[in-house]
């Protein structure tokens, strides 16, 4: 299962992981996602519970135009 989580303190909620020991399966990385003639973007990060679940964790960083297709 992976479940998409938006957070306000994207850096914040990486430290307190990593101080309980858990490793990101993806570390922050920007991403910019396409909607209509926009693109949206978010600062994300990917880690696993204890369970086995994959938290894909998000915080909004804004839109831009998007490029001519």
Do not use: T
Not at 19 to 35: D, Q, T
């Amino acid at each position: 299962m992976h479940l998409r989580i938006e957070v306000d303190d994207l850096a914040a909620l990486e430290e307190r992981a990593g101080a309980s020991g858990a490793e990101p399966r993806l570390p922050i990385e920007e991403a910019w996602y396409r909607r209509d003639d926009l693109e949206v973007g978010q600062r994300q990060l990917v880690v696993q519970d204890p369970d086995g679940y994959l938290l894909r964790l998000f915080e909004e960083i804004g839109s831009r135009p998007a490029a001519v297709r």
